[in-house]
């Protein structure tokens, strides 16, 4: 299950995942079937677990916590693209500035789970990257446990949003409402 994430430790690439990954199979799949107001759903709240992970280590950082933020208000019509695509950026910029390599996958994580707003397909770079962060932390051993209760945890919440993204009184930007 773990052979494309073990050659890529072995040639000692940043990225572990791909959405080609056999342990994503499953996830890829099922997020093929849903509708753009349920990925990022899905999204915005399983990036939340990633930001927890990353505030732990970086508390003072807040542009992270600005990206799900901003990217709400912009699912919700509040905001507009240019300021929701800056907040993405300046998720994805934190990564470049620490000197940490799992703080950094958490960070473009973040910044995917914003994105997904915009584009369905940026909702694998959560996992992705995420699941990445995990092996890393593990240090890239022993981490099999812990990515297959995350990705559980990724389809569990897949299926409850699919369930419920129609039950929700939430005022959705225009270019969502045509899903």
Known sequence: MFRDVEAKIKKRNRILFSKDSKALKELVERMGEQNH???????????????????????????????????????????????AKRAILDSHAVAKEIDDEAGKALCHGIGHA?????????????PIYELTAIVISH????????????????IERLIYWQENVDKLEMEWADFLKED
């Open 37 to 83: 107001r349920t990925l990022v759903l899905w999204a915005l709240d399983c990036g939340e677990a990633a930001l927890c992970d990353f505030e732990s280590v970086f508390p003072g950082e807040m542009r992270p916590r600005k990206c799900l933020e901003s990217c709400r208000m912009w699912a919700r019509g509040q905001i507009k693209m240019k300021d």
């Open 114 to 126: 914003g994105a997904t707003v915009h584009v369905s397909s940026h909702a694998i770079g959560l």
């Open 139 to 154: 240090n890239k051993t022993g981490y099999e446990e812990a990515v297959k209760g995350k990705i559980d945890c990724y």
